[in-house]
T-cell receptor
Framework: NAGVTQTPKFQVLKTGQSMTLQCAQD?????MYWYRQDPGMGLRLIYY???????DKGEVPNGYNVSRLNKREFSLRLESAAPSQTSVYFC?????????????FGSGTQLSVL | QKEVEQNSGPLSVPEGAIASLNCTYS??????FFWYRQYSGKSPELIMF????GDKEDGRFTAQLNKASQYVSLLIRDSQPSDSATYLC???????????FGSGTQLTVLP
């Protein structure tokens, strides 16, 4: 029972390099999210996908792109990395049920941009 | 003004004491309130949610909601060292599809 799987766990980039963070969930959830977490800032939403085929901007979308490849997978791409994108990135998926909406998080990606 | 505010702490309590964590929010239309626990270096996990004014209890945890005063709190009774973590308050307004998180309160339970 893997839940939400993110790769890679750690990454170091140079300014201007590009990379894609991968995320997959096996819980058959419709909604998926990408958050970043910076010290003292809490979790901030970058992009989300309410269902397969749809994506929407969150609070801090600049410098990122996303792809909802299918119901399971939601990737985050940095086209030209900047030091300001140094952060911990979390992918999450959610279900809406009798107990309300629950977010399930992946284990996170620690990204450093030099 | 941040939409969801928490005291960043650190908050220290002795083992066995009650830990009280507070959160205020600015959107009066907010309808759903969540508490996530995050251990150092780990991902957040949901521990409580509350929708209605009043108290909601789950084991050693009690969530309290006061919509008139726009605050939500989390009480942890009989605190244990294993409760040491950062607690994130999250709020969902009626019109929003996604949660807004506070910056978290770091709790340390001293043995």
């Amino acid at each position: 029972n893997a839940g939400v799987t993110q790769t890679p766990k750690f990454q170091v980039l140079k300014t201007g390099q590009s990379m894609t963070l991968q995320c997959a969930q096996d819980m058959n959830h419709n909604s998926m999210y990408w958050y970043r977490q910076d010290p003292g800032m809490g979790l901030r939403l970058i992009y989300y996908s309410a269902s397969e085929g749809t994506t929407d901007k969150g609070e801090v979308p600049n410098g990122y792109n996303v792809s909802r490849l299918n119901k399971r997978e939601f990737s985050l791409r940095l086209e030209s990395a900047a030091p300001s994108q140094t952060s911990v990135y979390f992918c999450a998926s959610s279900e809406v049920g009798g107990e309300g909406e629950k977010l399930f998080f992946g284990s996170g990606t620690q990204l450093s941009v030099l | 003004q941040k939409e969801v505010e928490q005291n960043s702490g650190p908050l220290s309590v002795p083992e066995g004491a009650i830990a009280s964590l507070n959160c205020t929010y600015s959107d009066r239309g907010s309808q759903s309130f969540f508490w996530y626990r995050q251990y150092s270096g780990k991902s957040p996990e949901l521990i409580m949610f509350i929708y209605s004014n009043g108290d909601k209890e789950d084991g050693r945890f009690t969530a309290q909601l006061n919509k008139a005063s726009q605050y939500v709190s989390l009480l942890i009774r009989d605190s244990q060292p294993s409760d040491s973590a950062t607690y994130l308050c999250a709020v969902k307004s009626g019109s929003a599809r996604q949660l807004t998180f506070g910056s978290g309160t770091q709790l340390t339970v001293l043995p």
